[in-house]
């Protein structure tokens, strides 16, 4: 009767696993089994069990939504022919949103060896919109702005490699179904305060993350071949975290730039003289503008230190996952080719009085490096025929 009472017990246990199996859920992850350059657990520890000092320091700089005519004179002047130490340019990564978009100002971006990345056609609001958005509205605002965006700014498709959802607002598995999907490499959209200090490092989501869920719904599904670059959120002075440098509750004053110095200096020294996880400069073109001398002056002076320091190194976003995908000390890295592209051509077109379904009351005025489109280029119709 034990023997029987015994196979009984095993026999639910067995159900309860096939169950847990068969719910969509990620597994907890195994880094026995879970190993580079496809997979990597979630985890602070530095990629390839490398010791701190032999870590390549990243940072990574990027701007979110339109590119225009405005904010182009200001990532002209701030970050056009920057070198890192190790004689590569130093990269940045743009998050473009479609509406008022200048996509010849894209490719100018791109041509200077920029990462350009995807943030949806529509930044609708509310935020609650992108919360419970289906694949099937994911597939239309990310996969369909990649079609749109490789089109009129005449940029490689494949270039196109990574996503930030409007808001920062995750829309649980569904975005990042469509990321896999679509083969786009990483997501850079979530938020943590749990893992700062160490930092969180990439991962994949083969298998269930020790993310922390800030502003859900977060992923749970086992969605191999997609990449988090966690958002390792910055500490203001009145010591509460922020994703984005300019949503900081208590920055320092606007006019003052050795305090703006001093700020963006002491988050990034927790990263450097910690476990080297990538240190995040993530904001909009305003924060930067002419209109705040203090903190654009305070930006340069923070890029022109870092930019002359051998073990620290401003790259794309895209290089950061390769590296994490196969990890090398500094020595190895700093003798790597640099960062490669295929540079693309722009015949100018101006396309003016276009209509759009969204917005039928406005029309629209479009500088691309392709065909000027029948309508409007938007949800549905992203080349706008």
Not at 38 to 46: E, L, Q, V, W
Not at 295 to 304: P, S, Y
Not at 350 to 366: F, K, V
Request: with cysteine; glycine share 6%.
């Amino acid at each position: 009767m034990k023997l029987l009472g015994l196979l009984a017990l095993l026999l639910v246990a067995s159900v309860y696993a096939q169950e847990a199996e068969d719910d969509g859920l990620a597994k907890d992850c195994d880094p026995e089994v879970c190993v580079l350059p496809n997979c990597r657990c979630s985890s602070t520890n530095i990629p390839g069990g490398l010791n701190a000092r032999d870590t390549p320091q990243f940072v990574s700089v990027t701007f979110d939504d339109a590119v225009n005519v405005v904010n182009i004179l200001d990532y002209r002047a701030l970050l056009f022919n920057r070198k890192n130490k190790n004689g590569c340019p130093a990269g940045a990564t743009f998050f473009v949103s479609h509406e008022y978009t200048n996509y010849q100002h894209v490719n100018e971006l791109y041509n200077h060896g920029f990462e350009i990345a995807l943030h949806s056609i529509s930044h609708q609001g509310p935020p609650g919109f992108w919360a419970t958005a289906t694949e099937e509205i994911l597939e239309k605002e990310i996969g369909e702005q990649r079609i749109l965006m490789s089109h009129f700014a005449n940029i490689p498709f494949n270039s196109i490699k990574g996503v930030r959802m409007p808001f920062l607002q995750l829309a649980g598995d569904a975005s990042f179904k469509v990321m896999a999907k679509n083969n786009l490499l990483y997501d850079l959209s979530w938020p943590t305060v749990a893992h700062t200090n160490p930092g969180l490092w990439p991962y994949s989501l083969d298998y269930k993350s020790t993310h922390d869920c800030i502003i859900g719904p977060c992923p749970t599904a086992s969605i191999p071949n997609v990449w988090v670059f966690p958002m390792v959120s910055w500490t203001d002075l009145a010591g509460f975290p922020c994703s984005m440098v300019d949503a900081c509750y208590e920055p320092p004053a606007d006019d003052d730039e050795e305090g703006w110095l001093k700020f963006i200096l002491t988050n990034f020294e927790r990263h450097y003289f910690g476990n080297r996880a990538p240190f995040g400069f993530f904001a909009h073109q305003p924060l930067i503008s002419p209109e705040k001398p203090a903190i654009r002056n305070a930006f340069i002076r923070f890029l022109d230190i870092i930019n002359n320091l051998d073990d620290v190194f401003m790259v794309n976003a895209e290089e950061v996952i390769n590296w994490v995908k196969n990890p090398v000390p500094i020595n190895e890295y700093k003798n790597k080719s640099c960062h490669s592209f295929v540079p693309s051509t722009c015949p100018p077109f101006s396309c003016g009085n276009l209509q759009s379904p969204h917005n039928p009351s406005n029309t629209y005025w479009m500088q691309a490096c392709n065909v000027c489109p029948n309508v409007y280029p938007w949800v549905n119709n992203p080349l706008g025929q």
